[in-house]
């Protein structure tokens, strides 16, 4: 979507394993962000990152740890401690003074 | 924290009539606000937006509203088409803090031909 891949499309994940999952942009995008979407409901923000090496914490980042080691890549992942996983998780990147987001097309992460 | 409400969770619209979707935001410093489109499976695809220092904005078939006043912002959909029917959220961005969209629950559209 726009140059933005995430991957995979479908995830399924046991009780207790930590899963990642990738999001990589061709978008020379400098900001990436991480949303969780659960069924009927808008999007939480997760993890964001404006710069390389640099990351913050969103609205519901527990149980959830991130690493930005390069510019093109924000993978995500989903450790034991989190407790619900199953959710729709989308990426998005966004250029820096540009305020609109450009997202990716999402993982369906399920637990099993 | 800031957040950003719908009114009407569903809503159905015959072919070819015009639909309004509404959204009730509550940060008046927020910059600017945007509508997205998201079809079943997808990720959410950008519509439109309005700066907070405007009232209207137009598109290819799309008009958003934003009263300040009573902090309200709606989607006007001109002549709805069967492919208008998703989800459709608002969302709203304050500038200088991450550049964080906030996104409402969201409204379902469903076109009946």
């Known amino acids: 979507d726009g140059g933005i891949t995430q991957s995979p499309k479908y995830l399924f994940r046991k009780e207790g394993q930590n899963v990642t999952l990738s999001c990589e942009q061709n978008?020379?995008?400098?900001?990436m962000y991480w949303y969780r979407q659960d069924p009927g409901q808008g999007l939480r923000l997760i993890y964001y990152?404006?710069?390389?090496?640099?990351?913050q914490k969103g609205d519901i980042a527990e149980g959830y740890s991130v690493s930005r080691e390069k510019k093109e890549s924000f993978p995500l992942t989903v450790t034991s401690a989190q407790k619900n996983p199953t959710a729709f998780y989308l990426c998005a990147t966004s250029d820096r003074g540009i305020y609109g987001y450009t997202f990716g097309s999402g993982t369906r992460l399920t637990v099993v | 924290g800031e957040s950003v409400g719908l009114h009407l969770p569903t809503l159905s619209v015959q072919e070819g009539d015009n639909s309004i979707i509404n959204c009730a935001y509550s940060?008046?410093?927020?910059?600017?606000f945007i509508w997205y489109k998201q079809e079943s499976g997808k990720g959410p695809q950008f519509i439109i937006d309005i700066r907070s220092n405007m009232d209207k904005r137009q598109g290819q078939r799309v008009t958003v509203l934003l009263n300040k006043t009573v902090k309200h912002l709606s989607l006007q959909i001109a002549a709805t088409q069967p492919g208008d029917s998703a989800v459709y959220f608002c969302?709203?961005?304050?500038?200088?803090?991450?550049?964080?969209?906030?996104f409402g629950a969201g409204t379902i559209l469903r076109v009946k031909s």
């Open positions: 969302a709203e961005i304050l500038l200088g803090y991450g550049n964080k969209l906030v």
């Open positions: 940060n008046s410093a927020s910059d600017y």
């Open positions: 990152s404006q710069i390389v090496n640099d990351f």
């Open positions: 978008l020379n995008h400098d900001a």
